[in-house]
C-alpha cells in the first residue's frame, strides 16, 4: 500500500493568452495626470521588471524625434528615497537604464521619470524630471485577472502569462488537484473518500465489516509529500489500520463479535480459531 504523490509541482504554462500589452497617449501631460490616463484606459503607468522588458519596451513604442519624451512608472516621494514602482515596492534599475549623467535631480524636485524613444543615443535610457512637465504616458494592460489561475498565482512576462500553482495542484490554470497514488481497499474493510477522489486533500476513511474491529486510526488524508508534519504520522497509523482490518482482524474478532453478533458470526469465528491457532496443535 503506497500513500504517495504521484507527479508533483509542475507549474504548466498558459500559451493561449499573451503577457501585458504596452499602450501610450499622443497627448502630454504631467506625470500624475498621466497615471491617472492609464488607470482608467489600462491597468496602470507601465512597470519594467529588467531590461529585456525595456527593451521590448522601446521595440514597441514609436519614436518621437520632437518630443521624444514618456513618462513611466518610476518615481521617489523625496530625494532621500529610494525609486519606486508603481503598483508594489519593486526598485528594480538596471546598470545601463539611466541616460548619461543621470540621474542628476537637476531641479532639486526631480522625482519623476521619463524614458527617451529616439533615434539617438540616449535611446531607450532613463532621465528623472519635475512631475508637473508635460510628456507622453506609457500604460501597460494587464491579461492576469482573479479567475486566470484557480489555485495558483498568475505571472505575467513578456507575450507570455503563467500559473504558479499551490502544491497539490496543477494544470494549466492550476485548476486540477493532484491525485495521490491510489489506496489498496484493506481486507475485510472498505474505503470511503471524500468526494469519491483521492485527490489533495481529500480524506479518506477505513471501515471494517462487521465483526471486525479496526485498529489505529481510521482515516488518512492526501497530502503533499513532506507538506505538513504529521504525514510520516498518518502514514504509520494507516498501515496499522489496514493491518486491523486484515492480519489482526482474527484476533479482534473473537472479542469484538461475540458481544454484538453472537449469532451470525459463528462460523467466522470458528474459522478464526483455526487460524491463530498454532499448527503443531491443529485437530485431526
Ligand atoms: C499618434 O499619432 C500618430 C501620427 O498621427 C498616429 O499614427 C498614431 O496612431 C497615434 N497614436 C495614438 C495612440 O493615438
Ligand atoms: C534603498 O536602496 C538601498 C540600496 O539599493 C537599499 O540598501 C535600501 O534598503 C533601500 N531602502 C528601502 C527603504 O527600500
Ligand atoms: C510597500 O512598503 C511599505 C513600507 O515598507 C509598506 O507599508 C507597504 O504596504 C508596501 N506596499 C506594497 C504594495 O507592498
Ligand atoms: C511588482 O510588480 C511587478 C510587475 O507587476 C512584478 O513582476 C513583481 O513581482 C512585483 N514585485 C513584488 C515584490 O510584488
Ligand atoms: C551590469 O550588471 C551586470 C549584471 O548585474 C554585470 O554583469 C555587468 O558587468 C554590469 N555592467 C556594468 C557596466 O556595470
Ligand atoms: C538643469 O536645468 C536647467 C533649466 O531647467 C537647464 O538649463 C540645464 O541644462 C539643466 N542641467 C542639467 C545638467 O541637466
Ligand atoms: C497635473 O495636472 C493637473 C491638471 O492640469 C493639476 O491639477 C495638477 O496640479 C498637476 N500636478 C502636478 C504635480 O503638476
Ligand atoms: C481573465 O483572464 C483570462 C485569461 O487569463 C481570460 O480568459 C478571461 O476572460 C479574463 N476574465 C475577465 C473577467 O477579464
Ligand atoms: C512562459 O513563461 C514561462 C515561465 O517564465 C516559461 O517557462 C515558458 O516557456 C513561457 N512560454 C512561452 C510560450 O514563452
Ligand atoms: C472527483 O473527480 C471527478 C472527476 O475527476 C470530478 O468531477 C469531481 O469534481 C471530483 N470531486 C472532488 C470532490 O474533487
Ligand atoms: C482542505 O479542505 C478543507 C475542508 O474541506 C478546507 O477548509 C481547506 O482550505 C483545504 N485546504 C487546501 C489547502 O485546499
Redesign the pocket.
Known amino acids: 500500500m503506497k500513500w504517495t504523490l504521484l507527479l508533483i509541482l509542475e507549474s504548466l504554462l498558459a500559451d493561449s493568452a499573451l503577457g501585458w500589452t504596452y499602450h501610450y497617449s499622443n497627448n502630454t501631460m504631467n506625470w500624475t495626470m498621466a497615471r491617472r490616463f492609464c488607470q482608467s484606459h489600462y491597468t496602470d503607468l507601465v512597470v519594467i521588471q529588467n531590461q529585456k522588458e525595456n527593451d521590448y519596451l522601446v521595440s514597441k513604442l514609436p519614436n518621437k524625434e520632437k518630443s521624444p519624451y514618456y513618462w513611466i512608472g518610476i518615481y521617489k516621494t523625496h530625494w532621500s528615497k529610494n525609486w519606486t514602482w508603481v503598483g508594489n515596492n519593486s526598485t528594480w534599475i538596471g546598470n545601463q537604464s539611466w541616460a548619461k549623467?543621470e540621474p542628476?535631480n537637476?531641479?532639486s524636485t526631480e522625482f519623476c521619470v521619463e524614458i527617451y524613444l529616439n533615434s539617438g543615443i540616449n535611446r531607450g535610457k532613463w532621465n528623472d524630471e519635475k512631475c508637473s512637465f508635460s510628456k507622453h504616458p506609457v500604460c501597460f494592460q494587464a491579461q492576469c485577472n482573479a479567475t486566470s489561475c484557480v489555485r495558483g498565482q498568475c505571472q505575467e512576462t513578456i507575450e507570455n502569462t503563467t500559473c504558479l500553482c499551490e502544491p497539490g495542484f496543477m494544470g494549466e490554470r492550476c485548476q486540477t488537484a493532484v491525485e495521490c497514488s491510489p489506496l489498496s481497499h484493506p481486507e475485510n474493510g472498505y474505503l470511503v473518500c471524500s468526494g469519491g477522489n483521492q485527490t489533495f486533500n481529500s480524506t479518506c476513511h477505513f471501515k471494517c465489516q462487521i465483526g471486525f474491529l479496526l485498529i489505529g486510526s481510521s482515516a488518512l488524508t492526501c497530502e503533499v509529500e513532506g507538506f505538513g508534519a504529521a504525514q510520516g504520522l498518518r502514514y504509520k497509523q494507516a498501515l496499522i489500520a489496514v493491518a486491523g482490518c486484515g492480519a489482526f482482524s482474527a484476533f479482534c474478532c473473537v472479542c469484538f463479535c461475540w458481544a454484538k453478533h453472537k449469532r451470525k458470526k459463528l462460523a467466522q469465528v470458528r474459522q478464526t480459531e483455526e487460524a491463530i491457532t498454532p499448527p503443531n496443535e491443529v485437530q485431526g
Open positions: 549623467n542628476n537637476n531641479h
